[in-house]
């Protein structure tokens, strides 16, 4: 096939490719240190059963077993010297599968990264690159009897890597097809940090037949990035084959993958809606997962995944592309979801297994985010940056990273804001912060620079829009959603609504309370601000606090600013048999009398009593 037969075949419609090789000769019994390549050689019985397989479920494209068939790859397991035997062994067992269908299936030969990277951020340079691809591709295209019909270049992070192996291709067979695919990480850019759009463009730039996405994370993360390179590059066709997700967990020493089968069939025809040219799967999809692409393929829908929308900002001599991606705390904003979050506080030490037990015990309690306090009480914590990492890497729920403006300059501030970005950490609840009077160095540095209202407005409307403080381009906008603080109590009502207004005009997504122990004060709160300003207030996630005994009840009462406890309230935890079963039934009826008007509750533990939040939730689950 040359590139002008690859074009027009293209042009009859999504080609569907085959799904994963190594995971599946993983599952059959091949140890994960052990060459996936060579087997080609040692059992070639097996992979032909897994071609087979493919092209039974309905692929009209399969790949060959070589992907790490190159000298550096294969120099892990002594086997340098074979790449020739190896690719060639590859191409001839794949062909004969072929010939045994009586099917017009294409054989493309699989060409992975080197697994050392190039100069200057390794010590491999591009002739030395060039020649160890031209090695196996010279192998994969003049095979006997009959070499591959096209390659795929794919799972590259290093668009120079790419440049090299294009280089060795058109070099050894110029017009063999080429398909060129990087893969992305969980923040949407390459291992070597490039984004969505510059990587289009990158490999636009190369002589190539089409350009795609593989392994990454499933089928929504592709299709999201699928979004950007269709836009970048409209003139190209584009090629998809995601992982199974993201692996999910260990079982016996094996990854497991969670995408399902008819997952993969509803985001096939998604990406055909897309324009994807080639479709298919990579690491955790299996013949099932073919199978059921095949089938959606071939029966009259829609998918119910929607083409992402894509915005692209123009910054000076630079493209940005942003994916409307909303974090899961967005999406309840949005829909009216109920929230139940908690509060939790880092630990004091190194040691994480605690927290991580209590947010466990949280999210099978019924929460379905976390807030994580920073420096509660200007007490000394691990950063709470690290602990809502873990939290959401570790737990599964998205965090809420308290951000207090107390303490931080504009530099540390701004640095703050990408590494939490960075980190995957994008719900954000902006406060002033504990002054370090009260707590464990009282003589610590007190100042700031900005106020919550103006962190606030910096975060959605410069750091959203790719601009930091100064007006300068920090490569991408973020997407952080923004919470801010709000007492439903005051003593200043006024004051405290025209505060709240302010909050809502800079850009505040949401507002947390402080603990409501007055139900009809906090809802005639929420009356006045309609009244005043004609709409309703953003969505408010109402504080709840369980009361422990009597005396916590008196101290928050009469020692804590902005926390009123009316004396109903104070004489039941005065008289109550079992105290912290009282300060339960007291949070449950605040929280069903408020629930009409809220959207959820931000639930904060006395003295870490975690249970006793767990008991609040129950109500939530009836």
């Known amino acids: 096939m040359n590139r002008q037969e690859f074009k027009q075949r293209l042009e009859q419609g999504p080609v569907l490719m085959d799904g994963a090789f190594g995971t599946v000769l993983h599952g059959r019994g091949v140890p994960i240190d052990q060459s996936f390549d060579a087997v080609n050689l040692t059992n070639p019985a097996l992979v032909a059963e897994i071609h ?33 035997a190896i690719n060639r062994a590859a191409v001839a067992v794949a062909r004969r599968v072929i010939a045994g269908s009586f099917k017009d299936v294409l054989l493309a030969g699989s060409v992975g990264p080197l697994g050392a990277r190039l100069a200057p951020l390794g010590r491999v340079s591009a002739a030395e690159a060039e ?27 290093d668009i120079k890597e790419v440049e090299a192996a294009v280089s060795a291709a058109r070099r050894v067979a110029p017009d063999v097809p080429i398909v060129a695919e990087m893969t992305f990480t969980r923040d949407d850019k390459t291992l070597l940090g490039y984004p969505p759009d510059v990587a289009a463009a990158g490999l636009a730039s190369l ?46 020493g094996r990854v497991m993958y969670p995408a399902t089968p008819d997952y993969f069939g509803d985001y096939a025809r998604a990406f055909q809606e897309a324009g994807v040219s080639l ?19 071939d029966t009259p829908g829609e998918s119910p995944y929607a083409l992402p929308e894509v915005r692209i900002v123009s910054r000076t001599e630079k493209t940005i592309a942003v994916v ?9 904003l949005s829909r009216g979801q109920l929230v139940l979050t908690v509060e939790m506080n880092p630990p004091k030490g190194v040691a994480a ?22 420096s509660p009480l200007a007490r000394m914590r691990m950063s709470a940056w690290a602990a ?38 994008r719900n954000l609840f902006v406060t002033m912060g504990d002054p370090t009077r009260i707590g464990d160095y009282p003589e610590a540095m007190d100042s700031y620079d900005i106020v919550p209202t103006g962190l606030i407005e910096l975060i959605k409307k410069q750091f959203n829009q790719g601009l930091d403080k100064a007006g300068l381009s920090i490569d991408q906008p973020t997407t952080f959603v923004v919470g801010c603080a709000l007492s439903l ?42 009244q005043a300003y004609g709409e309703p207030p953003p969505p408010i996630l109402a504080g709840l606090k369980p009361l422990y005994n009597s005396r916590n009840a008196e101290f928050l009462h009469h020692e804590v600013p902005g926390i009123y406890i009316p004396e109903e309230q104070r004489e039941r935890m005065r008289q109550a048999e079992r105290p912290q079963a009282e300060g339960v039934r007291i949070a449950q009826e605040i929280a069903a009398a408020l629930r009409p008007r809220v959207q959820g509750f931000y639930i904060m533990p006395a003295f870490g009593r975690y249970d006793l939040v767990a008991d609040v939730l129950d109500m939530f689950g009836e």
């Open 353 to 374: 297994e605690r927290l991580l037990a209590g947010a466990r015990m949280l999210r099978e309690a019924g929460a379905n985010f976390l807030n994580i306090a920073d």
């Open 52 to 84: 087979r397989g493919y092209i039974d479920a309905g692929s009209e494209l399969i790949e060959t077993n070589t992907f790490g068939a190159n000298r550096f790859k294969l120099t892990e397991h002594g086997l340098q010297h074979q790449v020739e």
């Open 279 to 297: 479709i298919g799967g990579c690491c955790g999809t299996t013949a099932a997962h073919i199978r059921a692409m095949r089938r959606a393929l």
């Open 324 to 332: 409307d991606r909303p974090t899961q705390l967005a999406q309840h």
């Open 207 to 252: 002589d190539v037949d089409a350009i795609g996405i593989n392994c990454s994370g499933g089928p929504a993360q592709v299709l999201r990035l699928i979004s950007i390179v269709r836009q970048v590059t409209p003139e190209l066709p584009v090629s998809a084959s995601p992982n199974a997700g993201w692996p999910e967990q260990m079982h016996g």
């Open 489 to 530: 109590t005051p003593k200043d009502v006024g004051a405290e609504l025209r505060l709240l207004r302010k909050k809502v005009e800079h850009g505040a997504d949401f507002a947390l309370t402080q603990p409501v122990f007055d139900a009809q004060v906090a809802l005639n709160f929420l009356d006045a601000y309609e």
């Open 131 to 157: 020649a160890a691809f031209a090695e196996q591709i010279a192998a994969l295209t003049t095979a006997e009897p009959q070499g591959v019909d096209l390659l795929i270049i794919e799972t590259m992070s």
């Open 388 to 425: 809502a990492y873990l939290v959401q890497k570790q737990i599964g729920l998205e965090a809420v990273l308290h951000f207090p403006t107390r303490g931080r300059n504009l530099l540390r501030i701004q640095g703050d804001l990408l590494a939490a970005h960075a980190m995957g950490i």
